[in-house]
C-alpha cells in the first residue's frame, strides 16, 4: 500500500463530520467515483473513493517508474481539492485538511471472495502476475473551511478534466438543511448548491 500524506496529518481514519464508510472495493464500477459531502457551520468534509481506472488508467500494482510516476502525481493532484472541486472564491475557502492515497484490496481479506468467479472482462488487461483482485482506489479526504459559506453556490468539478477517465461521481451530500444525493457526470460537471446549504 502506497500512502502519501499531504501536510503530515492524518485524517484518512478519523473524519468526525462522516458517517464510518461501509463500501467495499470489489462494488466499485470503473469511471464512477463516490463523493460524500458533510457541511457544517462553514466547515465541509470531503471524502472521496475513485478507482485507480478513473485516476491513473490501471489498477495493477504500479511497478514500472512510468506507473510509479503517475501514482504519484495523481496523489499530488489528489491533495489539492480546491483545484478538483472549484468553489466561489467569494466563499472564501480554505483547506484545513487534506490527504490522499491508494488503496488496494490486498489488505482487505474479507473481499477474497471474488476471485475467479469475477467476470469483470475490462479487468483482462491485468497480467497474470497480479493478486487474483486488483482492484484499487484512491482515498482522499478533506477538510475545508468556508469563512462566507453562503456564496458557495455551486461546485464546479474540475476532476474530470484533471481525470479523463472519470466518468461519474455519485454524491452523498448532509447539510444543515439536510440529506442529498446527485450524479455529477462529465458532460456537465457542476452542482448547484442553491437551497441546499
Ligand atoms: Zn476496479
Same mark, same amino acid.
Given at each position: ?21 461501509? /463500501? ?43 506507473? /510509479? ?52 472482462? %475490462?479487468?483482462?488487461?491485468?497480467? %497474470?502476475?497480479? %493478486? ?5 482506489? =484512491?482515498?482522499?479526504? @478533506? ?10 453556490? %455551486?461546485?464546479?468539478?474540475? @476532476? =474530470?478534466?484533471? =481525470? ?21 457526470? /462529465? ?11
Amino acid at each position: 500500500m502506497k500512502t502519501i500524506l499531504i501536510f503530515g496529518i492524518t485524517v484518512i481514519t478519523s473524519n468526525p463530520l462522516l458517517a464510518e464508510s461501509t /463500501r467495499q472495493l470489489e462494488s466499485h464500477e470503473h469511471g464512477v467515483g463516490q463523493l460524500e459531502v458533510a457541511i457544517e457551520g462553514q466547515k465541509i468534509a470531503i471524502d472521496l473513493h475513485a478507482p485507480g481506472a478513473d485516476i491513473v488508467g490501471f489498477e495493477y500494482v504500479a511497478e514500472s517508474s512510468k506507473d /510509479r510516476k503517475a501514482v504519484d502525481t495523481a496523489i499530488t493532484i489528489l491533495g489539492k481539492p480546491l483545484d478538483l472541486f472549484l468553489i466561489s472564491s467569494d466563499a472564501k475557502c480554505s483547506v484545513m485538511q487534506a490527504a490522499a492515497k491508494l488503496e488496494s484490496d490486498d489488505e482487505h481479506d474479507e473481499h477474497d471472495e471474488h476471485d475467479e468467479h469475477d467476470e469483470h472482462d %475490462e479487468h483482462d488487461e491485468h497480467d %497474470e502476475h497480479q %493478486e487474483k483482485s486488483a482492484h484499487t482506489e =484512491f482515498h482522499a479526504s @478533506y477538510i475545508l473551511n468556508c469563512m462566507n459559506i453562503a456564496a458557495m453556490t %455551486e461546485i464546479k468539478f474540475a @476532476y =474530470f478534466d484533471l =481525470f479523463p477517465n472519470a466518468k461519474e461521481l455519485e454524491v452523498q451530500m448532509i447539510s444543515d438543511v439536510g440529506a442529498f444525493t446527485f450524479e455529477i457526470e /462529465r458532460e456537465e460537471p457542476t452542482l448547484d448548491l442553491i437551497g441546499k446549504l
